[in-house]
């Protein structure tokens, strides 16, 4: 069954550190979201991708953050400098595409971020 | 601001009764409605949508929807302590030629053996 990948499953940091997560999204799926959950919250989405352009931006904290999906496949979330904030869970999720509501996104494994 | 509400629990039911879980939502533009399932540690996993107004059932689980009181839940007949888990509500809105989903912050079910 096809999933979405992510990496790397755990990642302890130090704060002012960088940080980069990758995911590679299910086959064909044109759709690419990066969300992020704090615990006993519900995730929150970052960015969103239609192939390789961001269509929602506007969670993403800027002036930290980065998100790319370059050829339009697999993406990277990078995090510099981390914060002591930014301890969550990173999901990446996919689906076929975004202009449909009966759209199904299907989550990757996540990244647990833990900044010290 | 578009709000998913669900509380938060913890809601405990013996082993074989039913376990009902309820979600409000605030826009009224709303096209479709989903239930994730996350054990602790883990990631969502999807286990009902639903986009009709009424009840849709697959298996154990009947998802139902009231578009006019914004109000969608999730029964879990013969709950299994299998089922002991997070149930996150997620509803879909229009934002343009975007649909975003909202999540709920979820209601953690304990079956009890």
């Known amino acids: 069954e096809a999933e979405v990948a992510q990496s790397p499953r755990y990642k302890i940091t130090e704060k002012s550190q960088a940080v980069a997560f990758w995911c590679d999204p299910i086959?064909?799926?044109?759709?690419l979201y990066w969300y992020r959950q704090i615990l006993g919250q519900g995730p929150e989405l970052l960015v969103q991708f239609q192939d390789e352009s961001v269509v929602d931006d506007s969670q993403l904290p800027k002036d930290r953050f980065s998100a790319e999906r370059l050829k339009g496949v697999d993406s990277t979330l990078k995090i510099q400098p981390a914060e002591l904030g930014d301890s969550a869970m990173y999901l990446c999720?996919?689906?076929?595409?975004?202009?449909?509501?009966?759209?199904?996104?299907?989550f990757g494994a996540g990244t647990r971020l833990s900044v010290l | 601001q578009k709000e998913v509400e669900q509380n938060s629990g913890p809601l405990s039911v013996p082993e074989g009764a039913i376990a009902s879980l309820n979600c409000t939502y605030s826009?009224?533009?709303?096209?479709?409605f989903f239930w994730y399932r996350q054990y602790s540690g883990k990631s969502p996993e999807l286990i009902m949508f639903?986009?009709?107004?009424g009840d849709k059932e697959d298996g154990r689980f009947t998802a139902q929807l009231n578009k006019a009181s914004q109000y969608v839940s999730l029964l879990i007949r013969d709950s299994q302590p299998s089922d002991s888990a997070t149930y996150l509500c997620a509803v879909k809105s229009s934002g343009g030629s975007n649909y975003k989903l909202t999540f709920g912050k979820g209601t953690l079910l304990t079956v009890n053996p």
């Open positions: 086959s064909g799926h044109a759709t």
């Open positions: 826009d009224r533009g709303s096209q479709s």
């Open positions: 639903i986009y009709s107004n």
């Open positions: 999720a996919s689906s076929l595409r975004a202009g449909d509501s009966k759209n199904i996104q299907y």
